[in-house]
């Protein structure tokens, strides 16, 4: 629940991660309802966030937890990516990146949390294949993500 009440917001409690991602987008320029239409979004980047959509819909829950380890990585790299930002593109509003300030303690704990679950609950080397398989298609879809957005950007031809 706890996690929900983080991106959705809750009432009479400061905004969700919802609202602060809308406000990274108006910092650069963004409209928010041209973010919410998703208009921009590469069709490639669609299929991928499809795909794990899909992924912790359909898979046990051990799966679907496992697969969010990736996060156990994230807060260095958040960091970094704020601290470029920052650096490189002085005419977007701090204020906009509360979405990354946020999540950066939030994901170190969210991910702790989740790998003493996975640890505790993959009792069998069957189940622990099944997490490390789970982890490799996180990896996998954001690769497609980063892949896709380089190729919608004109990065990569």
């Given at each position: 629940m706890g996690r929900i009440v983080e991106h959705d917001?809750?009432?009479?409690?400061?905004?969700?991660?919802?609202?602060?991602?809308?406000?990274?987008a108006h910092a650069v320029g963004l409209a928010a309802d041209h973010v919410r239409s998703e208009h921009s979004v590469a069709p490639g980047t669609r299929f991928a966030v499809d795909a794990y959509v899909t992924f912790a819909r359909t898979k046990p829950w051990i799966e679907a937890v496992a697969s969010s380890l990736t996060e156990l990585f994230g807060p260095p790299v958040m960091q970094q990516r704020v601290a470029a930002i920052l650096e490189k593109?002085?005419?977007?509003?701090?204020?906009?990146?509360?979405?990354?300030?946020?999540?950066?303690?939030?994901a170190k704990r969210d991910a702790e949390l989740a790998l003493e679950w996975v640890l505790h609950e993959a009792a069998t080397p069957e189940v622990e294949q099944r997490c490390i398989a789970a982890l490799r298609f996180k990896c996998d879809v954001l690769w497609s993500i980063l892949d896709a957005t380089a190729l919608a950007c004109g990065l990569v031809k």
């Open positions: 917001g809750a009432p009479g409690s400061d905004r969700g991660a919802t609202e602060a991602w809308l406000s990274l593109y002085p005419w977007i509003d701090p204020g906009g990146l509360a979405y990354f300030e946020r999540r950066i303690p939030r």
